[in-house]
Protein backbone atom coordinates (compact mmCIF):
# COMPACT_ATOMS: atom_id res chain seq x y z
CA UNK A 1 0.00 0.00 0.00
CA UNK A 2 2.77 2.51 1.06
CA UNK A 3 4.68 1.60 -2.19
CA UNK A 4 1.60 2.49 -4.21
CA UNK A 5 0.86 5.55 -2.41
CA UNK A 6 4.26 6.79 -2.77
CA UNK A 7 4.71 5.83 -6.57
CA UNK A 8 1.17 7.70 -7.11
CA UNK A 9 2.46 10.99 -5.58
CA UNK A 10 5.60 10.44 -7.83
CA UNK A 11 3.19 10.12 -11.09
CA UNK A 12 1.01 12.99 -10.22
CA UNK A 13 4.77 14.99 -9.67
CA UNK A 14 6.27 13.86 -13.25
CA UNK A 15 3.15 14.44 -14.98
CA UNK A 16 2.88 18.34 -13.20
CA UNK A 17 6.48 18.32 -14.72
CA UNK A 18 5.73 18.02 -18.07
CA UNK A 19 2.74 20.24 -17.84
CA UNK A 20 4.82 23.00 -16.72
CA UNK A 21 5.16 26.00 -18.23
CA UNK A 22 8.26 27.21 -19.92
CA UNK A 23 10.15 30.46 -18.94
CA UNK A 24 8.59 33.43 -20.80
CA UNK A 25 10.51 34.53 -24.46
CA UNK A 26 13.40 36.75 -23.51
CA UNK A 27 13.89 35.45 -19.82
CA UNK A 28 16.33 32.74 -20.35
CA UNK A 29 19.73 32.97 -19.22
CA UNK A 30 22.06 35.58 -19.94
CA UNK A 31 18.90 37.03 -22.54
CA UNK A 32 18.07 40.94 -22.04
CA UNK A 33 15.26 40.30 -19.51
CA UNK A 34 16.79 37.68 -17.56
CA UNK A 35 16.07 38.16 -13.77
CA UNK A 36 19.10 39.77 -11.88
CA UNK A 37 21.07 37.47 -9.32
CA UNK A 38 20.73 37.04 -5.84
CA UNK A 39 21.52 39.53 -4.01
CA UNK A 40 24.68 39.23 -1.67
CA UNK A 41 22.71 39.87 1.41
CA UNK A 42 20.24 36.85 0.69
CA UNK A 43 23.11 34.43 1.38
CA UNK A 44 22.99 34.68 4.63
CA UNK A 45 19.70 33.99 4.70
CA UNK A 46 20.51 30.73 2.45
CA UNK A 47 23.54 29.75 5.34
CA UNK A 48 20.88 30.62 8.34
CA UNK A 49 18.21 28.31 6.99
CA UNK A 50 20.51 25.58 5.79
CA UNK A 51 21.53 25.69 9.64
CA UNK A 52 18.27 25.12 10.76
CA UNK A 53 17.49 22.14 8.75
CA UNK A 54 21.16 20.54 10.04
CA UNK A 55 20.15 20.72 13.12
CA UNK A 56 16.95 19.59 12.92
CA UNK A 57 17.69 16.26 11.40
CA UNK A 58 20.52 16.05 13.38
CA UNK A 59 18.54 15.91 16.77
CA UNK A 60 15.21 14.18 14.99
CA UNK A 61 17.38 11.24 13.39
CA UNK A 62 18.06 10.77 17.18
CA UNK A 63 15.23 11.41 18.98
CA UNK A 64 14.00 7.61 19.13
CA UNK A 65 16.95 6.05 19.74
CA UNK A 66 17.35 8.51 22.77
CA UNK A 67 14.28 7.62 24.22
CA UNK A 68 14.90 3.98 23.71
CA UNK A 69 18.32 3.86 24.87
CA UNK A 70 17.09 5.86 28.22
CA UNK A 71 14.25 3.19 29.10
CA UNK A 72 11.60 5.15 28.25
CA UNK A 73 9.75 2.00 26.11
CA UNK A 74 8.42 1.76 23.08
CA UNK A 75 5.19 2.47 23.74
CA UNK A 76 6.78 5.52 25.24
CA UNK A 77 8.72 6.83 22.41
CA UNK A 78 5.92 5.74 20.02
CA UNK A 79 3.55 8.52 21.76
CA UNK A 80 6.29 10.83 21.65
CA UNK A 81 6.92 10.75 17.16
CA UNK A 82 2.81 10.60 17.49
CA UNK A 83 2.62 13.93 19.41
CA UNK A 84 5.28 15.12 16.99
CA UNK A 85 2.33 14.67 14.09
CA UNK A 86 -0.15 15.93 15.81
CA UNK A 87 1.53 19.26 17.16
CA UNK A 88 3.39 19.86 13.51
CA UNK A 89 -0.21 20.21 12.27
CA UNK A 90 -0.94 23.33 13.98
CA UNK A 91 2.41 24.94 12.75
CA UNK A 92 2.10 26.18 9.46
CA UNK A 93 -1.33 27.58 10.24
CA UNK A 94 -0.21 29.35 13.38
CA UNK A 95 2.48 30.80 11.34
CA UNK A 96 -0.17 31.97 8.67
CA UNK A 97 -1.87 33.95 11.32
CA UNK A 98 1.20 35.23 12.60
CA UNK A 99 2.90 36.11 9.85
CA UNK A 100 2.02 40.11 9.54
CA UNK A 101 2.88 40.16 12.96
CA UNK A 102 5.95 38.83 13.56
CA UNK A 103 8.81 40.08 11.87
CA UNK A 104 10.86 37.28 9.96
CA UNK A 105 14.02 38.06 11.21
CA UNK A 106 12.99 38.17 14.73
CA UNK A 107 11.31 34.45 13.70
CA UNK A 108 14.55 33.03 12.70
CA UNK A 109 16.66 34.08 15.20
CA UNK A 110 14.36 32.73 17.94
CA UNK A 111 13.68 29.72 15.83
CA UNK A 112 17.59 28.89 16.44
CA UNK A 113 17.58 30.27 20.22
CA UNK A 114 14.45 27.38 21.05
CA UNK A 115 15.95 24.85 18.56
CA UNK A 116 19.22 24.50 20.99
CA UNK A 117 17.28 24.94 23.62
CA UNK A 118 15.37 22.26 22.96
CA UNK A 119 17.94 19.97 21.78
CA UNK A 120 19.91 20.47 25.04
CA UNK A 121 16.64 19.43 26.61
CA UNK A 122 16.11 16.02 25.16
CA UNK A 123 20.35 15.36 25.28
CA UNK A 124 20.59 16.13 28.68
CA UNK A 125 17.39 15.43 30.71
CA UNK A 126 16.86 12.68 32.71
CA UNK A 127 13.10 12.30 32.52
CA UNK A 128 10.50 11.14 30.25
CA UNK A 129 8.22 14.82 30.74
CA UNK A 130 11.05 16.41 29.53
CA UNK A 131 12.21 14.11 26.42
CA UNK A 132 8.73 14.33 25.37
CA UNK A 133 7.90 17.91 25.36
CA UNK A 134 10.87 18.99 24.16
CA UNK A 135 10.86 16.45 21.32
CA UNK A 136 7.23 16.91 20.50
CA UNK A 137 7.74 20.73 19.73
CA UNK A 138 11.34 20.20 17.82
CA UNK A 139 9.63 19.74 14.47
CA UNK A 140 7.07 22.65 14.96
CA UNK A 141 9.87 25.16 15.32
CA UNK A 142 11.37 24.30 11.71
CA UNK A 143 7.79 24.14 10.38
CA UNK A 144 6.92 27.93 11.98
CA UNK A 145 9.60 29.39 10.69
CA UNK A 146 9.01 28.21 7.19
CA UNK A 147 6.81 30.80 6.01
CA UNK A 148 8.35 33.95 7.85
CA UNK A 149 11.77 33.07 6.20
CA UNK A 150 10.89 31.73 2.45
CA UNK A 151 8.28 34.76 2.24
CA UNK A 152 11.19 37.14 3.41
CA UNK A 153 12.89 36.03 0.50
CA UNK A 154 10.29 36.16 -2.21
CA UNK A 155 10.15 40.28 -1.04
CA UNK A 156 13.74 40.64 -1.50
CA UNK A 157 14.61 38.44 -5.08
CA UNK A 158 11.48 38.78 -6.78
CA UNK A 159 13.22 36.59 -9.61
CA UNK A 160 12.85 33.85 -7.45
CA UNK A 161 15.99 32.18 -7.46
CA UNK A 162 16.57 32.19 -4.19
CA UNK A 163 13.55 30.47 -3.22
CA UNK A 164 14.42 28.14 -6.01
CA UNK A 165 17.33 27.25 -3.57
CA UNK A 166 15.12 25.81 -1.27
CA UNK A 167 15.43 22.00 -1.81
CA UNK A 168 19.28 22.85 -1.71
CA UNK A 169 18.73 24.27 1.54
CA UNK A 170 16.68 21.74 3.17
CA UNK A 171 18.46 18.61 1.84
CA UNK A 172 21.98 19.92 3.06
CA UNK A 173 20.99 19.31 6.43
CA UNK A 174 19.61 15.94 5.54
CA UNK A 175 22.37 14.65 3.31
CA UNK A 176 24.75 16.10 6.33
CA UNK A 177 22.96 14.91 9.32
CA UNK A 178 23.00 11.62 9.73
CA UNK A 179 27.22 11.58 9.48
CA UNK A 180 27.83 14.31 11.89
CA UNK A 181 25.20 13.10 14.22
CA UNK A 182 26.16 9.45 14.15
CA UNK A 183 29.85 10.44 14.44
CA UNK A 184 29.50 12.64 17.37
CA UNK A 185 27.48 10.36 19.45
CA UNK A 186 29.76 7.41 18.79
CA UNK A 187 32.03 9.50 20.38
CA UNK A 188 30.71 11.53 22.53
CA UNK A 189 27.39 10.41 23.34
CA UNK A 190 23.87 11.68 23.18
CA UNK A 191 24.53 14.92 25.21
CA UNK A 192 27.43 15.59 22.33
CA UNK A 193 24.63 15.58 20.25
CA UNK A 194 23.41 18.87 21.92
CA UNK A 195 26.74 20.46 21.82
CA UNK A 196 27.03 20.07 18.17
CA UNK A 197 23.09 21.25 17.42
CA UNK A 198 24.66 24.69 19.82
CA UNK A 199 27.05 24.62 17.54
CA UNK A 200 25.46 24.86 14.80
CA UNK A 201 23.20 27.30 16.08
CA UNK A 202 25.66 29.93 17.06
CA UNK A 203 26.52 29.94 12.99
CA UNK A 204 22.98 30.24 12.43
CA UNK A 205 22.30 32.90 14.68
CA UNK A 206 25.26 34.55 13.25
CA UNK A 207 23.96 34.57 9.81
CA UNK A 208 20.55 35.55 10.92
CA UNK A 209 21.64 38.78 12.91
CA UNK A 210 24.25 39.46 10.33
CA UNK A 211 21.48 39.39 7.91
CA UNK A 212 19.11 42.24 10.11
CA UNK A 213 22.12 44.41 10.14
CA UNK A 214 22.76 44.02 6.05
CA UNK A 215 18.61 45.04 5.98
CA UNK A 216 18.76 47.86 8.16
CA UNK A 217 21.77 49.86 6.37
CA UNK A 218 21.00 48.56 3.03
CA UNK A 219 19.44 51.86 1.49
CA UNK A 220 15.77 51.22 -0.49
CA UNK A 221 17.39 51.73 -3.69
CA UNK A 222 19.23 48.26 -3.39
CA UNK A 223 16.43 46.52 -2.43
CA UNK A 224 12.67 46.14 -3.53
CA UNK A 225 10.66 48.88 -2.34
CA UNK A 226 7.98 46.60 -0.53
CA UNK A 227 8.17 46.52 2.88
CA UNK A 228 11.03 43.71 4.38
CA UNK A 229 10.19 44.08 8.13
CA UNK A 230 7.01 41.27 8.37
Known amino acids: SLFFAVGGMMACAAAAAVAFPGAPAGVAEGGPHAPHRI????????????????NQNIMFSFL????????????????????????????????????????AVGVALGAGVVQVALAVTIT?????????????LYAF???????????????LDPSGRTNALTPAMLMAGSALAPAIAGTVAQRFGF????????????????????????????????????????
Do not use: D, K
Open 141 to 155: VMIFAHPFLFGLTAR
Open 39 to 54: PRVLWLMVLGVGCLAL
Open 191 to 230: GGLGVAVAAVGIVGFTSFALLARALRRTTASALPSTPIAG
Open 64 to 103: ERIGIVRGYGREGVNGVLAAVGIVNLFAAPLAGVLQRRLP
Open 124 to 136: ASGGFVPYAVAGS
